[in-house]
């Protein structure tokens, strides 16, 4: 295969992940290059795919690294594997343990975690300087360990973390020990409890519960008042079980739009070196609430993604998609 070494202005990045042909990430990069006056690219490179599913994580960071890439995004089920493939860990990505961003460097592999800056980010701007003394987080996995690191650097002074899983959440709060002085991060096996007796300033969804396949809350509605604000980070779809019965109760709710934006600004800054507008990504975002004549279907939200990535999935696996 010929490698397409990559200018300064002309920039091959991608996703590797399962299942992702019907992200959003590849028009966000695509739209913002193009308004910078970049040549950059951005490639699905979907392990299902019938010409792929035969390689291993190892072997396609390879090929994409020889073929000239200057880095790629690293999505589920993959993040965590991804790491003893690398050369250097950046402090965020060494704290959570997963990497979200894989930046290539002459050949040096530099792995990052956007997720945290991207909550971070997400969360600033949606609160301000307001104090949260007490925070609860539902959901210990691997976006769950990146939000519960960025609500300890927002100045969240009580974590308390909840999970189906009492093993996740019990070695989230492990390891999160000692990050901060003074703050205090224990595992809960009684969500009611807590809600009722510790009373949260606001609770955080970072469980699958509320996606268009996986319906419901992992916080029963009941539970909600309205001095909790509440966030979902879920996004597909942005408005959840959990958020339509925040806003019932009078909540604060917030969806996870600004958490997936955020990321991906971060993700142009280490690909380019350039700084992105975080307006026009979130434009290029919320344009997929609106199909387009050329695109019928591609940029239907809600729900219908799923299908269409089943679709493309199916498509793949008889070899009728030629993408990336
Ligand atoms: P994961 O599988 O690594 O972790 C999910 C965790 O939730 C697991 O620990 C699981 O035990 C727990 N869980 C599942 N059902 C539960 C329930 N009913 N009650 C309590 N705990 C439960 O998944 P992940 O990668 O952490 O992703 C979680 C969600 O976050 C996904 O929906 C993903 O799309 C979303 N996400 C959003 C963004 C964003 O930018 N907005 C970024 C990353 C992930």
Not at 51 to 63: A, G, M, N
Not at 215 to 225: F, M, T
Not at 241 to 250: I, M, N, V, Y
């Amino acid at each position: 295969m010929t490698a397409v070494r990559s200018t300064r202005r002309d920039i091959l990045v991608g996703l590797i992940g399962r299942g992702i042909a019907a992200s959003r990430t590849p028009s966000m990069h695509i739209a913002e290059g193009k308004a910078q006056g970049l040549h950059l690219d951005y490639r699905i490179i979907d392990m299902d795919a019938a010409d792929r599913c035969h390689l291993t994580l190892k072997e396609i960071l390879e090929q994409v690294e020889r073929e000239g890439y200057r880095g790629v995004n690293i999505t589920h089920p993959f993040k965590v594997e991804v790491i003893p493939l690398l050369d250097e860990l950046s402090v965020n990505a060494n704290a959570v343990s997963a990497v979200n961003t894989v930046v290539f460097d002459n050949g040096v592999r530099r792995g990052h975690n956007t997720d945290l800056r991207g909550f971070t980010e997400s969360f600033r701007r949606e609160f301000g300087s307001r104090p949260h003394q007490h925070v609860l987080l539902v959901g210990a996995g691997g976006a769950g360990a990146a939000v519960a690191h960025a609500l300890v650097d927002c100045g969240v002074r009580k974590l308390s973390l909840y999970d189906i899983d009492r093993g996740h959440a019990e070695s989230l709060a492990d390891h999160l020990a000692g990050k901060a002085a003074g703050v205090s991060v224990n595992a809960v096996a009684d969500l009611a409890a807590v809600i009722a007796e510790d009373r949260p300033d606001g609770l955080v969804n970072a469980t699958p519960m509320g996606m268009a396949n996986r319906p419901g809350s992992a916080v029963p509605p009941s539970l909600l008042a309205p001095q909790i604000w509440v966030i979902d980070i879920v996004y597909f779809p942005l408005e959840t079980e959990l958020l339509r019965a925040a806003r019932a109760r009078g909540c604060h709710a917030v969806n996870g739009e600004g958490m997936a934006i955020f990321q991906a600004v971060r993700a142009f800054e280490l690909f380019t070196g350039l700084p992105a507008d975080p307006d026009r990504m979130r434009a290029t975002f919320e344009s997929f609430g609106r199909p387009t004549p050329d695109t019928p279907g591609a940029g239907v939200l809600n729900g219908d993604d799923l299908e269409i990535q089943d679709r493309r999935r199916r498509q793949d696996s008889l070899g009728l998609s030629n993408r990336g």
